[in-house]
């Protein structure tokens, strides 16, 4: 079974920086597609931003040009760092690992909350 495992909460105030890892297990995420998905309170859950076994990268319009995603292949770990936080940021941020034997629904680590005070 994959695992997915990310770090503990984060707590920032506005316009600060946070970098959250992302370590998997049994699988490689070089070898899969890995994204980071949010789901802020009374909102729906959404896609973030995604990295390729290529390396490409999507971001959602939302998080453009303040977060980056990227990977250590060596410590087989995503990381999602995220600067200029806004308090809209505040939410569950989830990664996820799409395999070609599960590329629907994926495998999802169990969340990790980043709050941004004012």
């Known amino acids: 079974q994959v695992q997915l495992v990310e770090a503990g909460g984060g707590f920032v105030q506005a316009g600060g920086s946070l970098r959250r890892p992302c370590a998997g297990s049994?699988?490689?995420?070089?070898?899969?597609?890995c994204n980071w998905h949010r789901q802020g309170p009374g909102k729906q859950r959404e896609g973030v931003e995604s990295?390729?076994?290529?390396?490409?990268?999507k971001y959602g319009d939302s998080v453009k040009g303040r977060f980056t995603i990227s990977r250590d292949n060596a410590k087989n770990t995503v990381y999602l760092q995220m600067n200029n936080l806004k308090l809209e940021d505040t939410a569950a941020y989830y990664c996820?690992?799409?395999?070609?034997?599960?590329?629907?629904?994926?495998?999802w680590g169990q969340g990790t909350q980043v709050t941004v005070s004012s």
């Open positions: 990295i390729s076994t290529s390396g490409s990268t």
């Open positions: 996820r690992m799409v395999t070609p034997t599960n590329p629907i629904k994926g495998y």
């Open positions: 049994r699988r490689s995420v070089r070898g899969n597609t």
